[in-house]
């Protein structure tokens, strides 16, 4: 067997050639190869036509936005609907990169970088360095049905949420002024797709009275939580003069 010593300037080069480090070659994805993309382009406009008699009982009205959005995701990714030319000024190499529709929700893609983007930006910009934990708020099933007619109280899921993590820290550590830091968006649907609108939201693990001062708080009976949150709602003046005060609502 022969060995051959390396010359130091190889040596360098393939220290610095790592697979973590070394240039990536840009590969555009193909977007009407996906399983999504051909469904949808398939399915779509029949779905579409036969909402009213086969979906609506379950899903709720045709929305305007799904059509805007189904739409923009047969566009993203694709050349004849755009693309910028990228060009490397120092050895002159260039490469074209498809135009996305940059929106939440249905795009994989699109969607993934906006997670990742948002989570950065929560991270650097908007939580501060303390302990958090997440909540989930969900509404009872009698419920459901309410949100899903009437979309503008989904909102007020989050504003329910948000004071029951202010009131019962507040009430935890004895300060009526008590502040914790609390991120949440709505999400209306579960693992199988059916109706479910709930709450995610992240919240710091304690807050800060009137003069800044951060207080820890460890724990939170989550039981509690989502009682007290549906009752204070229930009397709430926005709630109160909706369809969730009558009925079912006034039930709970």
Not at 32 to 54: C, F, H, M, N, Q
Not at 112 to 129: C, D, I, M, W, Y
Request: glycine share 8%; aromatic share 12%; hydrophobic share 40%.
């Amino acid at each position: 067997m022969t060995l051959f010593q390396l010359p130091a300037s190889a040596l360098e080069l393939e220290g610095l050639l790592l697979p973590d480090t070394a240039p990536q070659l840009y590969r555009p994805r193909q977007p009407r190869a996906s399983p999504l993309y051909r469904l949808v382009e398939t399915v779509y406009d029949e779905v579409k036509g036969s909402w009213e008699e086969r979906f609506e009982s379950r899903y709720g009205f045709w929305r305007g936005a799904a059509e805007a959005a189904v739409y923009a995701f047969l566009d993203c990714g694709i050349f004849d609907h755009g693309f910028a030319r990228v060009r490397c000024d120092g050895c002159r190499s260039e490469y074209l990169v498809a135009f996305s529709w940059q929106h939440r929700g249905f795009c994989p893609s699109c969607a993934a970088k906006r997670g990742a983007l948002f989570g950065a930006f929560l991270t650097e910009e908007v939580l501060e360095p303390v302990g958090h934990c997440l909540w989930t708020f969900t509404a009872p099933k009698i419920l459901r049905p309410y949100f899903l007619y009437h979309r503008e109280l989904l909102g007020h899921l989050c504003h329910a949420g948000w004071e029951v993590v202010c009131q019962l820290m507040a009430i935890a550590v004895g300060e009526p002024h008590f502040r914790p830091g609390m991120v949440a968006v709505v999400q209306t649907h579960g693992d199988t797709l059916a109706w479910h609108p709930h709450v995610h939201a992240i919240a710091s693990r304690g807050g800060w009275n009137r003069d800044g001062r951060w207080t820890p708080l460890p724990f939170v009976d989550p039981a509690a939580a989502w009682a007290h949150s549906l009752r204070r709602r229930r009397r709430s003046p926005a709630v109160a003069s909706s369809p969730v005060a009558g009925g079912a609502g006034a039930r709970l």
